[in-house]
């Protein structure tokens, strides 16, 4: 039986991690006016979406939990974040330096660790090898309220590097249309559909039959968005035999990237699935990007080398090795091509199509 949109769309919306109400409302909150997402887009994602869905085994979303493995890059992100700036308004100008200069003398994973690794000498004070971080803090802050401000927010950083994380390969119309967006973390990207460069982008993947988001979080903000430490866009090729890991956000981490690969293949693998590395040219000539709203990062030249799965590798020469993959494509047993956005966006607020290149002047 040949299922209608309306029908695909009646389907999967009971699956949704949040309701179109909700998304009506968070869309209304950034954008104002009187939006109907249901109406605009739910249709246009059930139809392009649905063969992904039965993939997925009537789901939305492949689910894990992860490590929240974070690169150097990520902590200090972090701890700009949750302690730097945390501190700033709330300390007096010196407390604010001695806690400043004292902190960042410690390497990232002495940080995350919340332990000194080696005897060291700070102000003309010594600090003993495998002393906590925050109880040495006590050793130069004497003011009691403020170096308990200190070290609640170095404890509020310590305890998101310690925390365990979800990681979603998702095709949720919300999960990727905030696939930029993070009301609680300080990053952002071009597809942010808010403010971004190409914040049409995030609608034409949601709306597309190859887009997923593969994305760890630590929680939900109250407007139901993840709470984002890392994403990156999974794009399916056209037969459904695979997909490409585009580039990763806000840094590259290839533990969170692992995690991904073997989630997709453990999942969506058959009787031999097997990865690799191929060049971004190659994967680039095998691309098609409809319409102009989104900046595809592999044919845009950001990534020098695409992983890339195949479902079922079992006819390749090579059934596994750091060059299978590779050598699949160039002796022609593996052909997948890809097909990425849509060339028409609806406007969440009026329902009318928008150019990309209106994006700007009719969103704001």
């Not at 100008?93 to 060291?120: C, G, M, P």
């Not at 989104?294 to 990534?303: F, V």
Request: aromatic share 12%.
């Amino acid at each position: 039986m040949v299922l209608s949109a309306e029908e695909k769309l009646e389907i999967m919306e009971k699956e949704m991690r949040v309701s179109w109400g909700q998304i009506d409302a968070f869309i209304q909150d950034q954008l104002g006016g009187s939006p109907d997402t249901r109406t605009n887009y739910g249709p246009i994602w059930a139809e392009n979406k649905y063969d992904l869905f039965k993939l997925f085994g009537d789901k939305l979303c492949l689910t894990s939990e992860v490590e929240n493995t974070l690169s150097d890059s990520d902590i200090t992100r972090a701890y700009e974040e949750k302690v730097l700036r945390e501190i700033k308004g709330s300390l007096s100008v010196r407390t604010n330096l001695v806690a400043a200069f004292f902190l960042n003398q410690f390497s990232r994973e002495e940080l995350r660790l919340n332990r000194i690794a080696a005897n060291t000498e700070f102000s003309g004070k010594k600090i003993s090898k495998g002393m906590k971080v925050t109880k040495a803090l006590k050793l130069f802050i004497p003011d009691k309220v403020e170096l308990d401000i200190v070290q609640t927010a170095f404890s509020r950083f310590i305890q998101e590097l310690e925390a365990k994380g979800r990681l979603d390969v998702s095709i949720d119309f919300f999960d990727i249309l905030c696939m930029s967006v993070n009301d609680r973390k300080d990053w952002r990207s071009c597809h942010n559909f808010i403010n971004g460069e190409y914040g049409g982008g995030a609608f034409s993947y949601a709306l597309d039959s190859s887009s997923a988001i593969a994305q760890i979080y630590t929680s939900y903000s109250e407007s139901g968005v993840a709470d984002k430490i890392w994403r990156q866009m999974v794009w399916f090729d056209t037969d459904l035999t695979g997909v490409i890991l585009s580039r990763q956000y806000p840094s590259t981490n290839s533990n969170n990237r692992k995690a991904t690969q073997s989630l997709i293949m453990e999942h969506l693998g058959k009787e031999l699935p097997v990865a690799g590395f191929v060049s971004a040219g190659t994967i680039g000539q095998r691309t098609r990007n409809i319409g102009d709203y989104h900046y595809n990062d592999i044919t845009k030249g950001a990534m020098e080398k695409v992983m890339t799965i195949a479902f079922d590798g079992s006819n390749f020469s090579e059934k596994s090795g750091r060059d299978a993959m590779r050598n699949a494509f160039i002796n022609d047993e593996y052909n997948p091509s890809y097909r990425i956005g849509v060339d028409s966006v609806p406007h969440p607020i009026s329902g009318y199509e928008v150019e990309a290149y209106e994006w700007d002047e009719e969103w704001y």
